[in-house]
Nanobody, 119 residues
C-alpha cells in the first residue's frame, strides 16, 4: 500500500502563486509516474501535469507556462508550482502515482487539497 499526503493548498488572490507538495510513502513499491489532477465544482476531474521517474513532463495544454511540475525521487515527492493563478484554477487538486510491485502496476490517489483563487 502507498500513501500520498498532499500539502500546500489554500486561498490566494488572482495573479498569486502556490506550491503544492505530495509525498508518497510505503514499502515494497517502486514509484514510477507521479502527477496532479484537479476537479472543480460540477466538473470532471482533469489532468494538470504528470512527470516520469526520468523527469519527462506532460501538461494540460492551457496550463503549460503557468504551472511547473517537478519531483524529488529520493524523497518520492512531487511538486506543482502554480504561478499567475486565475479564479478558474479554483479546484481540489489531487496527487496520484503509479507504483510497481511484483511486476504489477497500481494507481494511488491522495485525499486532495483545496486551491481557491479569489478575483
Amino acid at each position: 500500500q502507498v500513501q500520498l499526503v498532499e500539502s500546500g493548498g489554500g486561498l490566494v488572490q488572482a495573479g498569486g502563486s502556490l506550491r503544492l507538495s505530495c509525498a508518497a510513502s510505503g514499502s515494497g513499491f517502486s514509484i514510477t509516474a507521479m502527477g496532479w489532477y484537479r476537479q472543480a465544482p460540477g466538473k470532471q476531474r482533469e489532468l494538470v501535469a504528470t512527470i516520469t521517474r526520468g523527469t519527462s513532463t506532460n501538461y494540460a495544454g492551457p496550463l503549460k507556462g503557468r504551472f511547473t511540475i517537478s519531483r524529488d525521487n529520493a524523497k518520492n515527492t512531487v511538486y506543482l508550482q502554480m504561478n499567475s493563478l486565475k479564479p478558474e484554477d479554483t479546484a481540489v487538486y489531487y496527487c496520484y502515482c503509479n507504483a510497481v510491485s511484483s511486476f504489477r502496476v497500481y494507481d494511488y490517489w491522495g485525499q486532495g487539497t483545496q486551491v481557491t483563487v479569489s478575483s
